[in-house]
């Protein structure tokens, strides 16, 4: 079987933070169930910020390149050892919220980490949906305007009718953006 490739998600940061004690686990670990290994370091990889990934059982058999009893059996020694907490999405259990053990690996801070099982990334793949035929020829979704961090600016341009108009008619702003801290000269 060979792994398709799956675009990797953007990371918040570049870091994930372990503890020592966990390194020398996952190396007993890589030795006794090298797949449970690779599946760990798969899940690791994908965390948001509160230590979880929702992810289909079908993109993890493409990410490892394995077959379904193999992740099955990969996900069964992560969770009866404890390094992974798994919650069932929907209710056929094939898409699940994997929740990695905030003793061993976590992104960020870890005060709140126990919320993890409301908060994930989410992994899933463009033949998983039923639109797969209209995903490049959808609507671009509405956008709200927003400021960058430490810009300020009033709104402008057309708005809604009274009485959320933001101007009256030839009377807009003209003020350009500005970052906090910048000089008034």
């Known amino acids: 079987m060979t792994a398709e490739k799956i675009p ?3 990371p918040a940061g570049l870091w994930l ?8 686990a996952w190396a007993k670990l890589i030795a006794e169930a090298p797949k449970a290994a690779q599946l760990m370091h798969l899940l690791v990889a994908r965390i948001g910020d509160h230590n979880a990934v929702v992810i289909s059982q079908k993109n993890l058999i493409r990410l490892m390149g394995a077959s379904r009893p193999t992740v099955q059996r990969a996900v ?10 798994v919650r069932q999405i929907g209710d056929r259990g094939t898409t699940n919220a994997y929740i990695i053990n ?8 870890r005060d709140g980490i126990r919320y993890s099982l409301f908060s994930a990334a989410v992994v899933i ?4 949906q039923p639109d ?4 490049d020829h959808q609507k671009p979704l509405k956008q709200i305007p927003s400021i960058g961090r430490g810009e300020q600016q009033l709104p402008t341009g057309p708005g809604l009718p009274p009485p959320s108009e933001p101007t009256l008619p030839g009377m807009e702003h003209d003020l350009p953006a500005t ?5 008034d000269a």
């Open 179 to 183: 970052k906090i801290g910048d000089d």
């Open 132 to 135: 797969l035929s209209e995903l």
């Open 8 to 10: 990797e998600k953007s």
């Open 125 to 128: 793949s463009d033949d998983e």
């Open 76 to 85: 069964k020694k992560l969770k009866d050892d404890l390094w992974i907490e």
């Open 102 to 109: 905030d003793r061993v690996a976590w992104l960020g801070r």
């Open 17 to 24: 933070q372990t503890e020592r004690a966990a390194h020398e």
